[in-house]
């Protein structure tokens, strides 16, 4: 891995006058030493490090670039490939609406200025799969949701719930043209996924920074509502910064907005007041009795795995149990206990639990001698491991307590993130 510096954005006409100012010092300082009788001396220019005295150093195989728009500077940077054509990605450099008074950033944007430079970064997604029912019938389901542009060469954030089990994805820019996408990589963990259409000179969203919202902050959504609105702009609030909320039996933190938030939205960009992509919309939550209450995944917790889908195809390092679980009650005729329980549905065989000596029926009890009510809470555990950790598993087998060491796999693209749970999503709706 090399280090690149990245230096600040300065005005042009500031330069200029600094640089002015110090050639008139240095010409009067050399005037003086002559008349004192000492030779003069050829001006030492100064190092590039010291005339940029605001540098940070970013690891990594980075392209580095800086330039103006989206009402601050930003970075430019190029993932690195095998092929060494990097996909180009682009980040705020700094943050933009840093007021913590009452009275409004006089540099925000006008809903109307956000949706302008936004818009044409969302695209619409369709989808469709093929099912097989118990009578080996086959039938073509459709679904709907949104997606923002990543890099000008085609990548494509969304969530992963939207494209999950797909057999064909179709997108739609802000121009009307229709490209056919494939899966480069997703993450059920963080329900994100990366998608590639052929294209270029597409417009990407610059990444914002969501670790410095505040509640109130503008939240501007854009997206394609019902499968069928695309390009629907609302606007809102950042109403809570990090609230805890278990989808499909996977807790996740995510942001708040009372943006107006619909079926169709997911995978849509969530915007700051300068255009600024800060999360991605998440509206599997939304019951048909809420209004005002839509969720978004923090751009910042996004970037890591966005990256290593791109590269990688999927994240490296996730944690893998290698089971799928299930929910039940009891399987002792004789207890009176109606309570739900989680249990091992089935083993992957080779994997983490099967080499632990875990079993399909065992019901889980305990995960690093934390009680378990749900499948989140096994998934919140195995989260929080990298792969190649041990992690401590007690189950009761045949009327028996037992506890088994497991040494965590890695999840890949062949295997869930995180072990998965039997509800599903169905396929043929908005997402």
Do not use: W
């Not at 009275?103 to 944007?109: F, W």
């Not at 542009?149 to 969530?159: E, P, Q």
């Not at 609302?234 to 910064?241: E, K, P, Q, Y």
Request: charge should be negative; aromatic fraction near 4%.
């Amino acid at each position: 891995m090399e280090d690149f510096e990245v230096y600040e954005e300065h005005n042009e006409e500031d330069v200029k006058q600094n640089s002015f100012n110090e050639k008139s010092e240095n010409t009067e300082m050399n005037m003086d030493d002559a008349a004192a009788g000492a030779p003069l001396q050829k001006e030492k220019k100064p190092s590039f490090m010291k005339r940029h005295k605001n540098a940070c150093i970013i690891s990594g195989c980075l392209l580095i670039s800086i330039g103006g728009g989206f009402g601050g500077a930003t970075l430019a940077y190029q993932l690195s490939k095998s092929n060494g054509n990097g996909t180009v990605l682009y980040q705020a450099v700094e943050k933009t609406n840093s007021s913590k008074s009452n009275t409004a950033n006089a540099t925000s944007m006008s809903v109307k200025d956000i949706a302008n430079e936004a818009m044409e970064s969302v695209v619409e997604i369709k989808t469709e799969s093929v099912s097989t029912n118990e009578f080996f019938q086959q039938a073509v389901q459709s679904g709907a949701g949104s997606g923002v542009i990543l890099s000008k060469d085609g990548y494509i954030v969304t969530n992963n719930h939207v494209i999950d089990g797909a057999s064909k994805i179709k997108v739609t820019t802000k121009d009307g043209k229709s490209y056919d996408a494939k899966l480069i990589g997703n993450d059920s963990s963080t329900d994100l996924a990366v998608i590639k259409v052929e294209a270029s000179n597409l417009k990407p969203a610059v990444l914002g920074n969501s670790s410095k919202l505040e509640v109130g902050d503008t939240a501007v959504a854009i997206g394609n509502p019902l499968g069928e609105l695309g390009g629907t702009v609302t606007s809102g609030i950042i109403s809570a910064l990090d609230r805890e909320v278990t989808i499909d039996n996977q807790t996740m933190h995510l942001l708040q907005t009372n943006a107006a938030i619909n079926p169709g939205n997911s995978g849509g960009g969530l915007f700051n007041d300068q255009g600024e992509l800060i999360g991605i919309v998440n509206a599997k939550s939304s019951g048909s009795n809420i209004e005002g209450l839509g969720f978004a995944i923090p751009i910042d917790r996004a970037k890591d795995v966005i990256t290593n889908l791109i590269e990688n195809g999927y994240v490296k390092g996730r944690a893998s149990l290698g089971v799928a679980l299930t929910l039940g009650t009891s399987n002792n005729p004789f207890s009176s206990d109606t309570s739900t329980q989680v249990y091992i549905a089935s083993v992957v065989e080779g994997k983490a639990a099967d080499k632990a000596g875990l079993q399909a029926g065992d019901q889980i009890l305990k995960v690093d001698d934390k009680d378990v009510e749900s499948i989140s809470d096994v998934k919140t555990v195995v989260n929080s491991h990298k792969a190649g950790e041990t992690m401590k598993i007690t189950v009761l087998r045949d009327r028996s307590t037992k506890t088994f060491t497991v040494t965590l796999g890695e999840a890949d693209n062949t295997t869930s993130s995180s072990d998965e749970g039997t509800s599903r999503q169905t396929p043929n709706q908005n997402r």
